[in-house]
């Protein structure tokens, strides 16, 4: 069992910077490839980066390509989405997953994961 918990989240001004970490229970943690994925109110959730078990690839969607960027520190069981020039459509709970993958050297954003965290809240306005 893998517990996830978020945290970093809080009320930026455009343009401003966040990093959201996403801590993990299991000392298995390296076997698991995690992404971000967010949901804004009265809109789908969507999802928004990704990385493999290793740190070793990563995936964005279009919208926060050269904006966010997504690490993974494997010995204290982290993984980082570090935002930078926020946007007021930024504006979601942001949330971590993480799917079981020990045999795969990629991520992929849109697939199943097998637990979730609870959420941490990304406000960008004025």
């Known amino acids: 069992q893998l517990q996830l918990v978020e945290s970093g989240g809080g009320s930026v001004q455009p343009g401003g910077s966040l990093r959201l970490s996403c801590a993990a229970s299991a000392e298995s943690f390296d076997w698991y490839a995690i992404a971000w994925f967010r949901q804004a109110p009265g809109k789908e959730r969507e999802g928004v980066s990704c990385i493999d078990r290793r740190g070793a690839r990563t995936n964005y969607t279009d919208s926060v390509k050269d904006r966010f960027a997504i690490s993974r520190d494997n010995y204290r069981n982290t993984v980082y989405l570090q935002m930078n020039n926020l946007k007021p459509e930024d504006t979601a709970v942001y949330y971590c997953?993480?799917?079981?993958?020990?045999?795969?050297?990629?991520?992929?954003?849109?697939?199943?994961?097998?637990?979730w965290g609870q959420g941490t809240q990304v406000t960008v306005s004025w």
């Open positions: 997953a993480a799917v079981f993958s020990p045999m795969e050297s990629t991520c992929i954003i849109e697939r199943e994961y097998d637990y």
